[in-house]
T-cell receptor, first 111, second 116 residues
């Protein structure tokens, strides 16, 4: 059965305290893994796409990495404005353009 | 460029009433998705369209739910009759099918639906 699991469910950090969020998946035929950020009252906002194991993408304080079983979203020296829920989604080959979303990690960065 | 536009942003109605949610996808996108988000179940795909044709409606919970896409720039999700357990945030998203698909989906800001 295809599964996408995110951990932890919630994470509280002090400003400047780096950490990582995890997205593990058990799917066959991964075509792409997507990271999104969701602010309260808003829709998910696209951050990154990763297509193959070993790939990395960076944007400001965020860096996403991918292995054959999981993806990490590394947050370096976070700021309060990084507080949001982070979602990952997988696209698998037998379901063209259909994404399977994890349940998200709610990040709270305190000043 | 305008993103995905959903209306209304909030809807409060009584049980048994018909509810219609609307979505305008990003111009040029040929895939459109309807999702529902709740605390308990997270983000669930209800149905998606390609070139205005429904491709997969396996996530539609019951016959009370229906979706249409009469043209490339408009889609509706209808619930009739509505029930309190339908209360959730409903999102519309669109994406491009170019390069064999695998393009990110872009979301609207959702409709927060409350059924009393």
């Amino acid at each position: 059965e295809d599964q996408v699991t995110q951990s932890p469910e919630a994470l509280r950090l002090q400003e400047g305290e780096s950490s990582s969020l995890n997205c593990s998946y058990t799917v066959s035929g991964l075509r792409g893994l997507f990271w999104y950020r969701q602010d309260p009252g808003k829709g998910p906002e696209f951050l990154f796409t990763l297509y193959s194991a070993g790939e990395e993408k960076e944007k400001e304080r965020l860096k996403a990495t991918l292995t054959k079983k999981e993806s990490f979203l590394h947050i370096t020296a976070p700021k309060p404005e990084d507080s949001a829920t982070y979602l990952c989604a997988v696209h698998i080959s037998r379901h063209f353009n259909k994404f399977y979303f994890g349940s998200g990690t709610k990040l709270n960065v305190k000043p | 460029d305008a993103g995905v536009i959903q209306s209304p942003r909030h809807e409060v109605t009584e049980m048994g009433q018909e509810v219609t949610l609307r979505c305008k996808p990003i111009s040029g996108h040929d895939y459109l998705f309807w999702y529902r988000q709740t605390m308990m179940r997270g983000l669930e795909l209800l149905i998606y369209f390609n070139n205005n044709v429904p491709i997969d409606d396996s996530g539609m919970p019951e016959d009370r739910f229906s979706a249409k896409m009469p043209n490339a720039s408009f889609s509706t999700l209808k619930i009739q009759p509505s029930e309190p357990r339908d209360s959730a945030v409903y999102f519309c998203a669109s994406s491009s099918g170019r390069q064999g698909g695998n393009q990110p989906q872009h979301f609207g800001d959702g409709t927060r639906l409350s059924i009393l």
